[in-house]
């Protein structure tokens, strides 16, 4: 779960590691991101602005496994 109007936060962790954002891979993909945040923006459903960044993609690091379903694994995943 994450808070798209906190910058550089979810939950107790605080650090621009923790930043909420979109990697796009092309320019429609960010057309459609960002016209999904205005829309919510304007909806009123959240407390404050999206802060979430929208940056182009680029090489994906997949995390070690003990990473991998970290809150599955500690009992405390979503169902």
């Given at each position: 779960m994450h808070n798209p109007t906190t910058r550089n936060r979810q939950g107790?962790?605080?650090?621009?590691?923790y930043r909420s954002a979109i990697?796009?891979?092309?320019?429609?993909?960010?057309?459609?991101?960002?016209r999904i945040i205005a829309e919510l923006d304007k909806s009123g459903?959240?407390?404050a602005p999206?802060?979430?960044?929208?940056q182009?993609?680029?090489?994906?690091?997949?995390?070690?496994?003990y990473h991998q379903r970290?809150?599955?694994?500690r009992g405390r995943g979503s169902a």
């Open positions: 107790p962790d605080i650090g621009s590691q990697f796009v891979h092309d320019e429609a993909q960010e057309a459609v991101a960002r459903r959240l407390p999206i802060v979430t960044e929208v182009p993609a680029q090489t994906f690091w997949r995390a070690e496994d970290y809150l599955e694994k």
